[in-house]
């Protein structure tokens, strides 16, 4: 049984940080991308950054670029997301995601592109 589970979301001040974890279960990292969305209320699910499936080749959405990373431990099943300097617009459940499919270009951002998704974590950015 295929499943992905997040953890490490929160309430944190504009400005702080948070790591998000996806630990995948029942299939082997290494054959997979892992791609983090994030769905804010009233928004649609968008792509927040990609990791392909040997580490090499990463991709991130323009408004975290320099803040986020991304980042995947195949031997521990885990992949993350590292998150600094965090700002209110980043509140939003984010979601982890996988796919045999390399995604080649812009299609990581697309999310009917993935065919497993975890149930996703809270993460919110208030003083």
């Known amino acids: 049984q295929v499943q992905l589970v997040e953890s490490g979301g929160g309430l944190v001040q504009p400005g702080g940080s948070l790591k998000l974890s996806c630990v995948v279960s029942?299939?082997?990292?290494?054959?997979?991308?892992i791609a983090w969305f994030r769905q804010a209320p009233g928004k649609e699910r968008e792509g927040v950054s990609y990791i392909s499936m040997s580490g090499a080749r990463v991709s991130y959405q323009d408004s975290v670029k320099g803040r986020f990373t991304i980042s995947r431990d195949n031997a521990k099943n885990t992949v993350y997301l590292q998150m600094d300097s965090l700002k209110p617009d980043d509140t939003a459940v984010y979601y982890c995601?996988?796919?045999?499919?390399?995604?080649?270009?812009?299609?990581?951002?697309?999310?009917?592109?993935?065919?497993?998704w975890g149930q996703g974590t809270q993460v919110t950015v208030s003083s």
């Open positions: 995601t996988a796919d045999m499919d390399p995604k080649l270009g812009g299609l990581w951002r697309i999310p009917s592109k993935y065919n497993y």
């Open positions: 029942g299939f082997p990292l290494a054959d997979y991308v």
